[in-house]
């Protein structure tokens, strides 16, 4: 795990080390150029293997291409042992070396042989071109500058900004998008004139000209299909030798653990392969807190487990938690995972997590209902649907619909009419737009209301959604599962979950391995029939049926409760409330010229009734403010 980043085209004095600085963080053991007239690579390193060989950058056999690398290719043994027997020549026993060297037997054919997370940036001088490539999810970031003739890239935004030729400007055109999603969607960034590459991509620069090409993307099974028990047999297997791989290190491993069976699969398969596996929990010391049941199996898995509470004092790291992050995530939960972060770091320098599970397997409460609304909506009249079932919901008390709701917190009035909403209008929208709606933070409406007019008129749109996943599909299909899993995996999980976990675990010199998005695990997911991952009102009965073989039967039957700050009983403390001041005041939101500030000032006021969407919406302001004070207006806060 490390920090890659560099420029081509131009000059500029102390660029590269600049750049290296601002991004320490991500690889504090080793530091690392690579400096040809205008072609300028740099490394920060991060020592997981071959601690006192890999140094980088890495060169093959006549110094004809070079190579800058972040992430781990966890089949590098065998791939190096393929590569040897073909006549190459290793100078080391890292993973990195493996990357210069399959790509000269393979050309850019070699990015289908690796199974990791990566980003890296190889430069041939043959053909005088510069390749950058991603990792089939996207677990691993890379952002790019090009304009005017110059290209920039780097591991984070930040180090991107270095460069006097980048200005410190937001882009504008996809607040509506952060406001309606909590993220935003890729290639965008808010920054102006940086983009990110998405996973399962290359680009290609040479003479100045960029291309960039998919070269891996998910494909949902057609045909017949096989037994349960034949996907059964396959899953296991390839789910044990996922986390087998990604248990490959020279320095400790560990994993997170929460009370959810992602999680827990996976620290159980660990203890297969290592005895008393370190787990680390974070809590928030509330009525939802689950520490006790991540405890409790801890203990009966043996493993050496610790416990991390995130309370409202916290609050306070935001800002630092906000310049880690970059790419803002409009979610109070990103400090959780700063802190967990924090205390991993200090006892193992490679964590396990479940990531990745509930976009393959469908794990979300929001895939069941609208797996289960499609169904309705095939089987009863639209008639009936206008004219019974939503004015019976309309009608029915707020306190009776939140038992419905999965969340402990306040479904309140704002939810009980966005679940309305969303039912009268479900058969006119298609997929990917039932999809957005259902988990939108702020729906057309708010947004029109929130949003000055100047603002509104020149960019209210969601234009760049749309255009980032096409018109998705409308009524009935064999797949719909798996259209929709397919959805969120390249928005969802890229956009908003492993950025976070990226960013916050680097924030600590702390690598996250996610052994769900395997590949091979993820392209199984996809050939297995729907039944297979929600049967019923059942969540992940694939693995379900595993999870009974390796763990306790409350940890296989217990219903899944969504991670989440509880601001309900955080936000009468003083330090959320310091920086709601801090940012929403009405000179700061007028300066800022997005907001009417009247609108703003009514969601504070509505926070205070403790609804779930209110308390939400307020802290999405709070974090986007603190980005533009952080990176445009370029504050030190803390």
Not at 293 to 315: G, V
Not at 486 to 500: G, M
């Amino acid at each position: 795990m490390c920090g890659i980043f560099g420029y081509i085209g131009f000059e500029e004095d102390g660029l590269l080390r600049r750049m290296g600085e601002v991004i320490q963080h991500r690889g504090p053991d080793d530091l690392g150029f690579h400096e040809q007239g205008k072609i300028n690579l740099g490394i920060r390193r991060l020592s997981i293997i071959d601690l006192e060989g890999g140094h980088q950058p890495i060169y093959n056999e006549n110094n004809s291409s070079v190579v800058v690398y972040n992430g781990e290719i966890y089949n590098y043994l065998e791939l190096s042992e393929e590569l040897k027997r073909k006549g190459h020549q290793f100078k080391t026993h890292c993973d990195t070396e493996v990357i210069i060297h399959a790509y000269e037997e393979y050309g850019i054919d070699c990015l289908d042989r690796f199974n990791g997370m990566f980003a890296f940036a190889l430069y041939d001088k043959g053909t005088d071109e510069l390749i950058i490539a991603r990792d089939r999810a996207g677990i691993k970031p890379l952002y790019y500058f090009h304009k005017d003739g110059r290209f920039i890239f780097a591991s984070e935004a930040k180090a991107i900004l270095e460069s006097k030729y980048v200005e410190r400007r937001c882009n504008e055109s996809v607040i509506d998008s952060y406001l309606e999603l909590r993220y935003v969607p890729q290639p965008e960034t808010l920054f102006h004139d940086i983009k990110i590459l998405p996973g399962g991509h290359y680009l290609r620069l040479q003479s100045n000209t960029l291309s960039i090409k998919r070269y891996w993307e998910i494909r949902i099974h057609q045909g017949a299909y096989q037994s349960e028990e034949h996907y059964q047999e396959i899953f296991e297997e390839t789910f044990l030798n996922a986390v087998k791989l990604r248990m490959r290190s020279d320095v400790p491993v560990g994993a997170y653990l929460s009370s959810g069976i992602d999680s827990s699969l996976v620290v159980a398969a660990m203890t297969q392969f290592s005895q008393k596996v370190k787990t680390f929990s974070i809590g928030f010391d509330s009525p939802i807190d689950e520490t006790q049941d991540a405890r409790q199996l801890a203990t009966h898995l043996d493993c050496d487990h610790q416990e991390i509470q995130c309370l409202p004092e916290h609050f306070a790291l935001l800002p630092k938690v906000i310049w880690h992050l970059e790419r803002p995530i409009g979610d109070a939960l990103i400090l959780a995972y700063y802190l967990l972060a924090q205390e991993t770091s200090k006892h193992v320098k490679v964590v396990l997590a479940g990531e990745g599970a509930d976009e393959i397997f469908a794990g979300y409460s929001f895939h069941k209902i609208i797996k289960l609304t499609q169904k309705y909506s095939e089987m009863v009249p639209e008639v009936l649907t206008q004219k019974l079932l939503v004015p019976s919901l309309s009608r029915m008390p707020v306190k009776l619909l939140d038992k419905l709701f999965i969340y402990p917190a306040y479904l309140g009035k704002e939810g009980k009419k966005r679940v309305v909403e969303y039912l009268r209008g479900y058969s006119q929208r298609s997929l990917n737009e039932n999809y957005v709606y259902l988990k939108s933070l702020y729906d057309f409406q708010d947004r029109t209301d929130l949003y000055t007019q100047p603002f509104k008129s020149r960019w209210m749109s969601n234009a760049v959604f749309a255009q980032t996943n096409g018109a998705g599909l409308n009524g009935k299909t064999n797949h719909f599962l798996d259209h929709l899993l397919k959805l969120q995996f390249n928005d969802w999980l890229q956009d908003n979950l492993l950025l976070r976990q990226d960013k916050n675990t680097m924030a600590h010199s702390l690598e996250l391995r996610v052994p769900f998005l395997d590949h091979h695990l993820v392209e199984l997911a996809f050939q297995m029939p729907a039944h297979l991952k929600i049967r019923g009102l059942k969540d992940k009965y694939i693995q379900r049926q595993m999870a009974r073989k390796m763990l306790p039967k409350a940890n296989v039957t217990r219903r899944k409760i969504p991670f989440y700050i509880p601001l309900e009983y955080f936000h009468h403390n003083s330090e959320p409330r310091e920086l709601i001041n801090l940012t929403l005041y009405k000179e700061q939101v007028e300066r800022r010229g997005y907001f009417d500030y009247s609108i703003v000032k009514s969601l504070i006021e509505k926070m205070d009734k403790g609804e779930f969407l209110y308390l939400k919406q307020v802290m999405a302001l709070v974090i986007l403010e603190l980005w533009h004070l952080i990176f445009i207006d370029k504050q030190r806060m803390w």
